[in-house]
């Protein structure tokens, strides 16, 4: 009855809600969501929760002490205060200071330099200096090359003059995030009329052979990208080629530019794309030295916790080196520490398999070519239509998510006094983590023999990968290689985890033959032994149960010695009866 009347007056609606909490305080209702829903109420005022959830153009005021119904004429009485609490310790809210943060994250990142250093990640000068002086003397190489493979043309003399080549260097040492131990990735970039098969394999391979300076030469002709090995100096150097189809090629060539790249070949365009790739990066990145020592981390990161290495399946230097570019790129004025964890909390909940695409600000819109046949599908930042090259399987997909996750965790709050860097770097215990390994041991006669053999099978580890996850589920593949000190012959030992909870009983045998069929197919040197088995994480080898990461490392190449290919003289096809070389064996 008294609510109806209040609604005939037309009384505010903020008194009406002060009236029936007075009522319901009288009468010793509680004001939940059972009881307090008057359904003569308008429904913005049988709960005033409500309100949050409906606006209306009710004002909300702030809250008030309750108001009591002390006579008929509804009107209002505010009781006085309650006592003080007794007296007690007051409360003190300091605010952070903005200048205290930054200096604790500074704090952060100076110890991850410090990590960096300790982890001797940054070649000493010396080391930079003799590198630099590698490519100084091979790039004068390369320009005597150019020319004298005009005059074996019989170009005019001012042509000859004006002929030049040069070297271009990408991967790890292009983007000054290489180690002391690390190799160089050098492309030769060659005139219009300077071929691969002659001129490349077999005069530039003479003229480098003949340097005191150049030994364990080597051609790998049937790679994805064709290119030489060799050893400068000690410093071992992968040499790949590219045809422009220009007279002389700038000593800093732009590969970005439509004119040089105009109907260049096949291969050339695969040649090209490591140097256009660290090219787009070094452009895009705001600032490069936290780029170079955030990617440095990162990779510290991935190899310790197993997730790197793409002939394992796991991510490559120019996957990480994608990756690391997109999240600087994003955050332009993050320092070291905020961009790692950054790294972390963004690809650790990424939508695969939405690609990760790298460009800049002046690429126009559309025009991608969806990827569907990868896990991970990162875009090269050089072109819109091609993906990085990917080996990811469904385990190594959820080894990565996994490291990812926990480098979140442990990065999310970096500013929690008790955070130590040193963790997220742990090795990962595959010793305690899996309970049985499939051992995969290869072996040849002598040491050369098995690097050729080793380089080969590790090239093929993704189809015993993807055999392994047929049979068995998930598997973990190490990429650290370790020894059996018991055999007396060279070999190579790999141990991968085993998925738990599997039933124990695997036919090895089986899949081992299915494999040796694989490997065996066209293989072109003498091919080494390969063995399978199933052993307890109780019978690993003594280094490989420390999980300290401390195997030991076989590049994944051919360095076959020259003594062990026939050699095939070769004359030049432009002056008759002039012998250039001798060519290597495939």
């Not at 829903?37 to 308008?42: E, G, I, Q, S, Y």
């Not at 990085?388 to 709050?413: G, P, Q, V, Y």
């Not at 973990?476 to 009983?505: K, T």
Request: hydrophobic fraction near 40%; charge should be neutral; include cysteine.
């Amino acid at each position: 009855m008294i609510l109806s009347r209040l609604f005939d007056r037309n009384v505010s609606p903020i008194f009406l809600v002060n009236f029936v909490k007075a009522y319901a305080y009288h009468s010793n209702r509680s004001l939940d969501n059972n009881n307090f829903n008057d359904a003569r109420l308008p429904y913005h005022f049988a709960d005033p929760r409500r309100l949050l959830l409906n606006p209306s153009p009710v004002v909300v005021v702030p809250q008030q002490p309750p108001v009591f119904l002390v006579n008929p004429n509804l009107i209002p009485y505010n009781p006085p205060p309650p006592p003080p609490p007794p007296p007690g310790p007051p409360f003190v809210f300091i605010p952070l200071n903005p200048s205290v943060l930054i200096q604790m994250e500074e704090e952060r990142s100076m110890s991850l330099r410090q990590l960096i250093d300790e982890e001797g990640l940054v070649p000493s000068a010396d080391e930079e200096e003799k590198r630099r002086d590698v490519i100084r003397k091979l790039e004068q190489i390369v320009m005597a090359w150019a020319k004298k493979v005009a005059w074996q043309r019989r170009f005019p003399k001012e042509q000859i003059a004006e002929t030049s080549a040069t070297v271009l260097t990408y991967g790890s040492y292009g983007l000054g995030v290489h180690g002391s131990e690390s190799d160089i990735d050098a492309l030769c970039v060659g005139p219009y009329f300077a071929t691969m098969a002659e001129d490349f394999f077999v005069v530039l391979r003479n003229m480098l052979k003949n340097r005191p300076e150049v030994t364990e030469i080597h051609c790998v002709k049937d790679a994805k990208v064709p290119l030489m090995r060799l050893k400068f100096d000690g410093i071992l150097i992968d040499l790949p080629f590219a045809q422009l189809k220009v007279l002389s090629v700038p000593e800093n060539v732009d590969v970005l530019n439509p004119f040089f790249l105009k109907d260049i070949d096949e291969t050339s365009w695969k040649s090209l794309s490591g140097v256009r790739a660290n090219k787009c990066i070094l452009q895009i990145v705001p600032d490069l030295e936290i780029f170079q020592s955030v990617l440095r981390c990162i990779k510290l990161w991935a190899k310790c916790r197993g997730v790197y290495g793409n002939l394992n399946g796991f991510l490559g230097g120019v996957h990480l080196a994608t990756l690391v570019a997109f999240v600087c790129q994003t955050n332009s004025t993050g320092s070291i520490s905020s961009i790692v964890s950054s790294f972390f909390k963004t690809y650790a909940f990424w939508p695969w398999p939405t690609p990760v695409m790298l460009h800049d600000s002046a690429s126009p819109a559309g025009g991608y070519r969806n990827e569907t046949r990868s896990f991970m599908p990162i875009q090269l930042p050089s072109s819109r239509h091609e993906y990085c090259h990917s080996n990811i399987t469904k385990s190594t997909f959820f080894k990565i998510r996994a490291e990812l996750l926990r480098a979140h965790n442990l990065t999310r709050d970096l500013l929690r006094p008790d955070f130590d860097w040193h963790i997220l770097f742990e090795r990962f215990p595959y010793s305690r983590k899996y309970g049985r390994f499939v051992k995969v041991y290869l072996s040849a006669s002598n040491q050369d023999e098995l690097g050729d053999w080793t380089g080969w099978v590790k090239s093929r580890f993704r189809s015993l990968i993807l055999k392994l996850e047929e049979v068995q589920g998930l598997c973990d593949p190490n990429p650290c290689e370790y020894g059996d000190m018991d055999a007396a012959e060279p070999n190579v030992v790999f141990y991968w985890g085993l998925q738990p909870g599997r039933a124990n009983y695997l036919d090895i045998k089986y899949v081992e033959k299915d494999f040796l069929e694989n490997i065996n197919n066209s293989y072109q040197g003498s091919p080494g032994r390969m063995e399978l088995s199933i052993i307890q994480a109780s019978q690993l080898s003594s280094n490989a149960q420390s999980d300290t990461g401390t195997g030991k490392k076989t590049k994944a190449c051919w360095k076959i010695n020259d003594y062990h290919q026939p050699r095939i003289p070769v004359y030049s096809q432009h002056m008759p009866h002039y012998f250039i070389g001798y060519m290597e064996a495939n």
